[in-house]
């Protein structure tokens, strides 16, 4: 497939991290910063383009990674250049579809979605709504392509807001709960480094065990906590200091934020 992606930086960039491991994609990549734009291009073998409308020449899929504040003056750039028979992905929150097929034409085949960083190391999560003029078979090629950087989902457009919250800005909170762990594992006399490795590891095995085992996760923590055990005491200092209610209106928070940046 020939992808021109328009935005190189922490996300279009973990997204080329993965789409180069397979040796049929083809990008031309563009980025107004240089030095982004040469860094991503020599560690995934994409073409630096001179301007958005050099690297969509000619591509199959293009992928509209810039910030929702920058996509007005992309979206007036390419709308002239962009066809139907061309396919454009976009990562920007809050913005949809509707207001996408305004500026190209709502002919175009639009397709919104939300992927995460850790597609960078192909763990990533994408959720997608496609628009009506995307083919089953385009549908599927876009789901094969978003394959290569982890799990991907399909759901209608009013949910995207949420999933920015849920799986795109989410790395962000598991990182500060990895943080944490590690300096109560420092302050019980574990070196900082093999702190790190020992909450990642966990973190990443407990999602796993989600995933794989079928089970809720509720029943996954009764299972680690025994009676008058140890962890049970953790858990209740958590429940105590509320964790829950945290996260909730975290997340809360940033669906709210979501839909306010389209706006």
Do not use: W
């Amino acid at each position: 497939m020939k992808i021109a992606v328009i935005g190189t930086g922490n996300m279009g960039g973990a997204l080329m991290d993965a789409f180069c491991k397979d040796a049929e994609n083809h990008m031309t990549a563009y980025n107004h910063t240089p030095e982004k734009l040469s860094a991503v291009c020599a560690r995934t073998g994409a073409r630096a383009a001179a301007s958005a409308a050099e690297a969509v020449e000619g591509s199959d899929l293009i992928l509209l990674a810039v910030k929702p504040i920058v996509m007005p003056s992309v979206l007036e750039e390419l709308k002239s250049l962009v066809t139907d028979r061309q396919i454009i992905v976009s990562i920007a929150v809050g913005l949809t579809l509707e207001s996408y097929g305004a500026v190209l034409g709502f002919d175009k085949k639009l397709v919104r979605a939300m992927p995460n960083t850790p597609s960078a190391v192909q763990a990533g999560m994408t959720a997608f709504t496609f628009g009506e003029h995307v083919t089953e078979e385009e549908q599927q090629a876009v789901l094969k392509l978003f394959s290569l950087a982890g799990g991907t989902a399909v759901l209608p457009e009013r949910l995207m807001n949420a999933v920015s919250a849920l799986t795109g800005s989410s790395p962000a909170y598991v990182y500060m709960f990895i943080e944490a762990m590690a300096d109560a594992g420092v302050y019980a006399g574990i070196p900082r480094a093999q702190a790190y490795q020992l909450a990642a590891q966990a973190v990443l095995g407990s999602a796993k065990m989600v995933l794989e085992s079928g089970k809720h996760p509720g029943q996954l923590k009764d299972e680690v906590c025994s009676p008058g055990g140890t962890t049970i005491r953790a858990v209740a200092e958590l429940e105590a200091r509320g964790m829950r209610s945290a996260v909730i209106e975290a997340i809360k928070s940033c669906v709210d934020a979501a839909a306010g940046s389209g706006k």
